[in-house]
């Protein structure tokens, strides 16, 4: 199983960046993925989460009408379009697989999935 995140970026309060997420080794549309991000001195926070397989998405409520998770199942490719950047959504971005197990899932943006495999983190620094 791999996740491979693209590179993240310096951007300015306001602006857009879009990070994708390939994945490979698995059958892509079997899970969901999900964005997950951790600032400095802070704890792990789930930002986005989609089920391949239906498109079905939820979102955290500070990043809600500001970042859009979609999917390019032909490519296997799971995207999260940040827009209107805010220098608090600073932090490393991490994207994650998803297994459906419905009795162990803890992650409310994910619902009724536990998060198995990680991949390494992007840095997303938004300036003022």
């Known amino acids: 199983v791999q996740l491979q995140a693209s590179r993240g970026g310096l951007v300015q309060a306001g602006g857009s960046l879009r990070l994708s997420c390939a994945a490979s080794?698995?059958?892509?549309?079997?899970?969901?993925i999900g964005w997950f991000r951790q600032a400095p001195g802070k704890e792990r926070e789930a930002v986005s989460c989609?089920?391949?397989?239906?498109?079905?998405?939820y979102s955290t409520d500070s990043v809600k009408g500001r970042f859009t998770i979609s999917r390019d199942n032909a490519k296997n490719t799971v995207y999260l379009e940040m827009n209107s950047l805010k220098p608090e959504d600073t932090a490393v971005y991490y994207c994650?697989?998803?297994?459906?197990?419905?009795?162990?899932?803890?992650?409310?943006?994910?619902?009724?999935?536990?998060?198995?495999?990680w991949g390494k983190g992007t840095q997303v620094t938004v300036s003022s």
């Open positions: 080794g698995f059958t892509f549309d079997e899970y969901a």
């Open positions: 989609i089920s391949v397989s239906d498109g079905v998405a």
């Open positions: 994650a697989r998803g297994v459906y197990r419905v009795v162990d899932s803890t992650t409310p943006v994910c619902p009724g999935y536990v998060m198995d495999y």
